[in-house]
């Protein structure tokens, strides 16, 4: 089973804050993931990344920024927190050639 | 990316086998054919994926059509916590964005 963490699970935050959501993966794999999904509704990327100092973004626009100093990391910060900003954020990692897309559990993020 | 097409709902009796379609006709030959299921506010979870064969795991079977343009995703017991969103993605190897549709969202009844 893959080895795919994010903390924290849940975050209620007040408006403005800076924050910082992160994911780490144990398995070397090189392509990271960023996506966000509403109650019910699709999952959309936010942003991937394919390696070390390489971030692209995704289909749908974030004010949400990436960084991937480290293989096993791929931070996603909001400098100032705002209500729409409220949704579950999930982090995936996949390997090489075939392999599949492997999740982590999600942080669930409430804005207030 | 093949566009896959999903039916939005199905419901299965528990104990019996859940068949869920995926339509994915505009495939290329090295597109896989991936299989996840999301249960409520999970993250989602790898089920199964293949190319042109027949596949089997612990966990369903996966019958993929001679032309490649279609496949069925197969619980052969489906129980009440086999209830979740099931999505069907194709994507080849090389490519790094695996794209996410609205999926079939999955209810088995006692």
């Known amino acids: 089973e893959a080895d795919i963490y994010q903390t924290p699970r849940y975050l209620v935050i007040g408006t403005g804050k800076k924050i910082t959501l992160e994911c780490s993966q144990t398995?070397?794999?090189?392509?990271m993931y960023w996506y966000q999904q509403d109650p019910g509704m699709e999952l959309h990327l936010i942003h991937y990344?394919?390696?070390?100092?390489?971030?692209e973004k995704g289909d749908l626009s974030s004010e949400s920024t990436v960084s991937r100093i480290r293989t096993e990391h791929f931070p996603l910060t909001l400098e100032s927190a705002r209500p729409s900003h409220t949704s579950q954020y999930l982090c995936?990692?996949?390997?090489?050639?075939?392999?599949?897309?492997?999740f982590g559990d999600g942080t669930r993020l409430s804005i207030l | 990316d093949a566009k896959t097409t999903q039916p939005p709902s199905m419901d299965c009796a528990e104990g019996r086998a859940a068949n869920l379609p995926c339509n994915h006709s505009?495939?290329?030959?090295?597109?896989?054919v991936y299989w996840y299921r999301q249960i409520h506010s999970q993250g989602p979870q790898y089920i199964i994926h293949?190319?042109?064969n027949n596949e089997t795991n612990e966990m369903a079977s996966l019958i993929i059509t001679e032309d490649r343009k279609s496949s069925t995703l197969i619980l052969p017991h489906a129980t009440l916590r086999d209830t979740a969103v099931y999505y069907c993605?194709?994507?080849?190897?090389?490519?790094?964005?695996?794209?996410f549709g609205r999926g079939t969202s999955l209810i088995v009844h006692p």
């Open positions: 995936a990692s996949r390997g090489q050639n075939n392999q599949p897309q492997h």
């Open positions: 398995m070397g794999h090189d392509k």
């Open positions: 990344s394919y390696g070390v100092n390489s971030t």
């Open positions: 505009t495939i290329s030959g090295n597109e896989y």
């Open positions: 293949g190319l042109k």
């Open positions: 993605i194709a994507l080849s190897g090389g490519s790094y964005i695996p794209t």
